[in-house]
């Protein structure tokens, strides 16, 4: 199986601060990651697929970059709906495979 | 617009057999492929399979000698069945809807999830 690892698995920001969020897979799976948020008591939810495409309706300060093996989610300018906890997911081979997860808190 | 929901019993015992269904309602169920995913507590989302709305599936292996998934079209349902529980496959049991992209599969519609605990 991929192993995902995301870092780092929570961090503190304010409203308005830009935010990276990094994950590593433990071979090269070219473009296929996609990245989730998921909030409290909730379904996640696509924001990134390929690992830069956007999907439809996502705010354009969500941006997705990196290939082979190493990605990262950045947010522009955080904002109140954005503290929550993001994903990433390979698709490269079966079984499909999730990191470990990154909290956003609010400082 | 497309939605799953989940039903399920919520409760089931150690030893015995998960079983849960998806409905699909407002949308088409082909080009999609139909999956299970689950999240324990405190541990990362898991994937536990697709069927694919032919009765095709591909299961995590991990969990292959336990799952059945399969499809009723005349329903637009899909099914998970989770042999032999024990308190480990206590989790919120998500169905989903992922389709294909230029490199991979996205996971681009869940359903609300259902809380299934394992216990006597």
């Known amino acids: 199986d991929i192993q995902m690892t995301q870092s780092p698995s929570s961090l503190s920001a304010s409203v308005g601060d830009r935010v990276t969020i990094a994950c590593r897979a433990s071979?090269?799976?070219?473009?296929?990651l996609n990245w989730y948020q998921q909030k409290p008591g909730k379904a996640p939810k696509v924001l990134i697929y390929d690992a830069t495409a956007l999907q439809t309706g996502v705010p354009s300060r969500f941006t997705g970059s990196g290939s082979g093996a190493e990605f990262a989610l950045t947010i522009s300018s955080l904002q109140v709906e954005d503290f929550a906890t993001y994903h990433c997911q390979q698709s490269y081979s079966f079984p499909l495979t999730f990191g470990g997860g990154t909290q956003v808190e609010m400082k | 617009q497309v939605q799953l929901q989940e039903s399920g019993p919520g409760l089931v015992k150690p030893s015995e057999t998960l079983s849960l269904a998806c409905s699909i309602s407002?949308?088409?169920?082909?080009?999609?492929?139909w999956s299970w995913i689950r999240q324990s507590p405190g541990k990362r989302l898991e994937w536990i399979g697709y069927?694919?709305?032919?009765?095709?599936?591909n299961y995590n292996p991990s969990l292959k000698s336990r799952v059945d998934m399969s499809f009723d079209t005349s329903k637009d349902e899909f099914f998970l069945n989770l042999r032999s529980v024990t308190a480990a496959d206590t989790a919120v049991y998500y169905c989903?809807?992922?389709?294909?992209?230029?490199?991979?599969?996205?996971?681009?519609?869940w359903g609300r999830g259902t809380l299934i605990t394992v216990s006597s």
């Open positions: 069927v694919y709305y032919g009765g095709n599936t």
């Open positions: 407002g949308g088409s169920f082909t080009f999609y492929y």
């Open positions: 989903a809807r992922a389709r294909p992209t230029e490199y991979g599969d996205m996971i681009d519609l």
């Open positions: 071979q090269n799976i070219s473009s296929h």
